[in-house]
């Protein structure tokens, strides 16, 4: 009878996920290390450690008994939760500097002895933080916060952007010369042109702002036998510039229900003619 409930005892301990698969727990380990990123002399901002931000990715902080470290959020960030895997050797506190869009939020961290290790996760209203808490007797980082290259691009972006809606569409355009003598007709889609003209040389179309938002339609001229070749132009904001004149074409969009809209020369009548 023992030893059947020693072969029973064997058993379970095989059927045991943590005795099975060792190897997972490897996995685990080897990720979490892959994730981590270490304070660096490089990361310092005088006495502050500045992490970039990546989601995901584990954040170490140092810390020592009888000091506080200063996790500093991104500005206008606010706290949805703060859960610490420890919160009976360690304290965790929060508070806020400055005020309207400048106000940052601010976590506080202690530990009450030296050799303690914890893991702190702080969920906001724009991102998750994962940060790796150790206590040395020594050595605690007195504050860390990050940077966000990821709304460093966005922003430049939509600077990029607005400096391409503000930009001219064209240059040295003689207003007195400029032709508006287009019709449009057809589908109304969302992405209606609100006028053609020309000043010439090329042709202007124009689009409403909803033109941002969705797929752009291609264009296509007609030539004198109805048969349309697709044509080149560049999107200056809400505008297809095409470096030629034409007396008709078509912008179309869609499959089965294709949506197309006819662009044509009324009468060729040029101001201060």
Do not use: C
């Amino acid at each position: 009878m023992i030893r059947i409930l020693i072969l029973s005892a064997s058993v379970l301990a095989l059927a045991s996920p943590a005795a099975a698969r060792p190897e997972q727990s490897a996995k685990v380990a080897a990720a979490n290390k892959a994730a981590l990123r270490e304070p660096s002399s490089a990361g310092f901002v005088r006495a502050v450690q500045v992490y970039p931000y990546a989601e995901g990715a584990l954040y170490r902080l140092f810390a020592a008994p009888e000091r506080i470290t200063d996790i500093a959020l991104q500005a206008g960030e606010t706290i949805t939760s703060v859960a610490a895997g420890d919160t009976v050797r360690w304290t965790v506190g929060d508070t806020t500097s400055g005020s309207g869009a400048d106000q940052r939020t601010h976590i506080f961290v202690k530990p009450f002895s030296a050799g303690l290790r914890t893991n702190l996760v702080i969920t906001t209203s724009r991102r998750v933080y994962h940060v790796e808490l150790e206590s040395r007797s020594t050595g605690a980082m007195a504050a860390l916060s990050w940077t966000y290259p990821q709304d460093e691009m966005i922003a430049l972006r939509q600077r990029q952007d607005a400096a391409t809606a503000a930009a001219p569409v064209a240059s040295g355009l003689a207003v007195e010369r400029l032709n508006f003598n287009y019709a449009i007709s057809g589908d109304k889609p969302a992405w209606r042109p609100v006028r053609a003209f020309d000043d010439g040389r090329q042709t202007f179309i124009e689009f409403p702002p909803s033109i941002a938002v969705g797929e752009a339609p291609p264009l296509f001229v007609l030539g004198e036998d109805g048969e349309a070749a697709l044509v080149n132009y560049r999107v200056a904001g809400r505008y297809y510039v095409v470096d030629r004149l034409f007396g008709a074409a078509e912008l179309r969009l869609g499959g089965k229900k294709q949506k197309v809209v006819r662009i044509a020369m009324d009468q060729p009548k040029r101001r201060g003619k």
